[in-house]
């Protein structure tokens, strides 16, 4: 028989008070694991979105010039004395020390071209790297490859009657249109659309190029560290980060994290109380007892050692089914919030953190019972002697 | 061989304004393989005398010595070895622990020695078995009569091989016919050369002491002084 021994059986003796506490904070550590799995799965779908949203970094040449703009970016002087980026100081963004991080490079060319009589801008582009950038284009036909092909944007589809198959001569290139782009809302239903060397010939830009729109894997890269590297080995460019509409959401997110947090530490000081509460009442109620261990040659560590193991088991059952009951919850709400989109995924930080605090709560909530028990005197704690 | 020294030992309980001299200046000594009764009325010191014998309730003035080791003079974990090493308690409600078998019980004093747990099994069933109860091993205590209560908590007092026995009034809570069969077994050990301190308020325990201590007001009022083993006096 060893001291191990002796707790479980008192645990088991008093059942009804160990399912209470183990109830009680299996209760506080489910909620705190419910919160925290919940923000975790939306932050990361928020990222994942952030991913998937296209570029978040736009690098344009560094312009004192009133600009065009493009997507609500201001863009360098197009109209004007164009100040454009060297296409082979590109190269350089594979130098940077997040390179890794880099997942898609979209250069383009801009520049003006007439169409019956009017002037539209025309965009070169890499279309492997674009048609990635762009998602959520809808394309009838095909999109552009190679060569004098054209995609059109709508607007100058409905202006000028264009449909697929159509040549167009701009600046005394023939160019095919092989795709219409359905409406966007944005910018790109005014844009004549073609690969990049073939926009770069027609405009007279070869070699360069007037913006260059990247993606960046960020789910836990720093953008920001990013933008500062490729400012750097692009000089004379400016480099921005766009990603407003999902900082806007991390940041709801983060308010979240918050009140998650906020929740998870009343909840950890109601279990550590309650913890507190209910081993107190244990050494009352035990006072005989430990005056017999006392008695019979225990120690005070050994009495302390008894109380502290019984509230490290009461814990870490209550952390493990917490754990798993905060999993459980969270299987259930999170098809309910964000359209179902956010997924839960196993976090073994959590699983750990979730059974330690547990265990850390139950263990700082016992200590002052357990000193009190350790000092009782077996004296006083047997009134028959 | 002394055993036990009690010299000048005083004891007063303070409480508020009041203050109780329990043991007033009592000295003692108590040979080794004695079997000393203690007697006398309700707050007469006696249960004083045993719990300061038991390293449990240091004395106010005055020194206690037993095998020559100055108990109060330990640090209080060492007392705590002390009791375990030295003594074995027999309560006077038997204080059993109540989850717990007859043989866990009588196991409690080792679950914190080195002894492997096969050895701490083996020392607790030939002590149950010592005592008569070789077939209530895994008995609870309320599954237990009295006497076979009384039995474990001798059992339990006795599996460290305690040098001193003391006993507070362990049949104070048994009817006449097992009161002796308890007093048996106590003048059993004392005969293979238990030192045995026996609390009793019971007139009829007299014969099976060797010596006999009354106490009255935390003095010593009279000692009947040492004699042989009672074993066969109460046969």
Request: net charge neutral; glycine share 8%.
């Amino acid at each position: 028989m060893r001291l191990e021994h002796i707790v479980f059986h008192n645990l088991r003796r008093r059942k009804g008070r160990a399912i209470f506490l183990v109830v009680g904070l299996m209760i506080g550590v489910a909620t705190v694991v419910t919160l925290l799995s919940l923000t975790d799965a939306l932050s990361m779908r928020a990222q994942n979105e952030l991913e998937n949203f296209g570029a978040n970094i736009i690098i344009t040449p560094r312009s004192d010039q009133l600009d065009l703009n493009y997507g609500g970016v201001q863009l360098g002087g197009v109209n004007l004395v164009a100040r454009e980026i060297e296409q082979v100081s590109l190269v350089n963004i594979d130098t940077i020390p997040n390179r890794r991080n880099v997942a898609t490079i979209g250069p383009k060319v801009l520049g003006t071209v007439e169409v019956q009589g009017q002037r539209v801008m025309m965009m070169g582009v890499d279309p492997v790297a674009e048609f990635k950038l762009k998602r959520w284009w809808s394309i009838a036909g095909r999109p552009v490859k190679q060569g004098a092909e054209l995609l059109v944007g709508d607007t100058l589809v409905k202006r000028f009657g264009l449909a697929i198959g159509d040549t167009l001569q701009l600046n005394g290139q023939d160019f095919t249109v092989v795709g219409l782009l359905a409406q966007t809302g944005s910018q790109d239903d005014q844009l004549l659309i073609s690969p990049l060397l073939a926009a770069q010939a027609t405009l007279g830009k070869e070699g360069k190029v007037s913006m260059v729109e990247i993606a960046a894997l960020c789910h836990d890269c720093p953008v920001d560290d990013m933008v500062n590297q490729l400012q750097q080995v692009l000089p004379g460019t400016d480099v921005q980060a766009v990603q407003q509409v999902v900082k806007t959401r991390m940041h709801a997110l983060d308010q979240f994290r918050l009140f998650a947090w906020g929740v998870a530490v009343t909840v950890v000081i109601i279990g550590a109380l309650l913890v507190f509460v209910t081993m107190m009442g244990a050494i009352s109620e035990r006072t005989r007892e430990i005056g017999i261990f006392r008695a019979i040659g225990y120690r005070r560590r050994h009495v302390l050692h008894l109380v502290l193991m019984e509230a490290a088991v009461v814990s870490a059952l209550a952390g493990v089914m917490g754990y798993l009951a905060g999993v459980l919850a969270t299987l259930v709400t999170l098809p309910l919030l964000d359209g179902g989109k956010a997924i839960w995924h196993w976090n073994p930080t959590l699983a750990l953190a979730a059974v330690a605090a547990a265990l850390l709560v139950g263990l700082i909530a016992a200590l002052q019972p357990a000193l009190r028990a350790s000092r009782l005197e077996p004296s006083e704690a047997l009134r028959a002697l | 061989m002394t055993l036990i020294n009690l010299q000048q030992v005083t004891k007063r309980y303070i409480n508020g304004a009041d203050c109780v001299t329990a043991l007033d200046k009592l000295t003692l000594s108590v040979k080794e393989g004695a079997f000393l009764g203690v007697m006398g009325p309700s707050g007469s010191g006696k249960s004083t005398l045993l719990s300061v014998l038991g390293a449990l309730t240091r004395p106010t003035t005055g020194t206690v010595t037993i095998d020559a080791i100055d108990v109060y003079g330990l640090a209080t974990e060492k007392q705590a070895d002390f009791r375990r090493e030295y003594l074995g308690f027999i309560f006077q409600s038997h204080n059993l622990i109540p989850y717990l078998s007859a043989l866990e019980n009588v196991m409690l004093p080792l679950a914190v020695s080195r002894f492997s747990t096969t050895e701490k099994r083996r020392r607790a069933s030939d002590m149950l078995a010592r005592v008569g109860l070789p077939d209530r091993m895994l008995h609870l205590p309320q599954q237990l009569s009295g006497g076979e209560q009384e039995r474990v908590a001798i059992a339990r007092a006795l599996v460290n091989n305690p040098p001193l026995l003391l006993a507070d009034e362990p049949t104070g809570s048994l009817d006449t016919a097992t009161s002796r069969q308890v007093m048996e077994l106590l003048a059993e050990l004392h005969c293979s050369g238990q030192t045995i301190i026996m609390v009793t308020h019971n007139r009829e325990n007299l014969e099976w002491f060797d010596r006999t201590v009354y106490l009255r007001d935390g003095l010593i009022e009279k000692d009947t002084g040492n004699s042989d083993c009672s074993l066969s006096q109460a046969m």
